[in-house]
């Protein structure tokens, strides 16, 4: 007696559900800068201190690819100029070792590390601030550097039984994969007083297999695709765009 109301419940549900329509709507939820910016018209890409692969120039490429996105998603005006000597700056009154890894392919992060008192040569940026109208400065280090690890990978692996019938099972091995890590940071200063505001910290990887040959450049950018929503989110407002389901 109590299962035929509680069947017709269950059917009732059931055909509601089935009545249901349902609406996919857009929405865009805006994410706050992690840096006031108000008190600058202008933005300076200054350069970064760079090292790693010499396939690419990390100074070069990171400074121009940060200009162009700071074009059309920023309300700074971008300053176009020459890149710094920013390793030239930063050996000047060291010791004549320091001075000579400063001329050298710098291939190790330490080495590269060495030089990142010069972000606090407050003097300096605010030298530069004063030749270029007190912009917001931005410049950093980046590493770009080739990558080889055995990694753990999955694979189908096709096998039949005794009658014959095929199935397929996971197997799981040790590979060699090869790519690029790109790691570095990203130093925003005041040109008004050449002080640093913020420093922020990234690192990427990418992997492929040993047989997939892919060119730095090419890796560069997917790394550096991966970091720009970050870096763009310090400096202005962002939204992050994606969906909300409606039930009628």
């Not at 590269?112 to 950093?140: M, N, R």
Request: aromatic share 8%.
């Amino acid at each position: 007696m109590t299962a035929r109301p509680a069947l017709s419940s269950l059917l009732a549900v059931v055909l509601t559900a089935a009545c249901t329509s349902y609406f996919e709507i857009p929405i865009e939820t805006p994410i706050r800068p992690k840096l006031d910016t108000t008190g600058f018209q202008r933005v300076l890409v200054a350069g970064f201190l760079s090292g790693g692969s010499e396939d690419i120039d990390g100074n070069l490429e990171t400074t121009r690819l940060l200009r162009s996105q700071l074009r059309t998603k920023s309300d700074l005006r971008v300053i176009d100029t020459d890149v710094l000597p920013l390793l030239d700056v930063a050996a000047e009154g060291t010791d004549p070792a320091t001075q000579a890894a400063a001329k050298a392919p710098i291939k190790e992060e330490k080495v590269l590390e060495s030089f990142e008192h010069l972000f606090a040569k407050v003097d300096y940026w605010k030298k530069v601030g004063e030749e270029f109208q007190q912009p917001l400065i931005v410049t950093g280090t980046v590493m770009f550097t080739p990558e080889t690890r055995n990694q753990m990978v999955q694979r189908d692996e096709e096998v039949f039984d005794s009658f014959g019938r095929r199935s397929t099972r996971p197997v799981r091995s040790f590979q060699e994969r090869k790519g690029f890590q790109l790691q570095g940071r990203f130093v925003f200063i005041d040109g008004r007083t050449g002080t640093t505001l913020h420093s922020q910290a990234f690192g990427e990887q990418v992997l492929y297999s040993a047989q997939q040959s892919t060119p730095a450049l090419s890796s560069y950018f997917e790394l550096m695709d991966r970091l720009i929503p970050t870096f763009l989110s310090t400096l202005s407002s962002q939204k992050i765009k994606g969906t909300r389901i409606l039930l009628q």
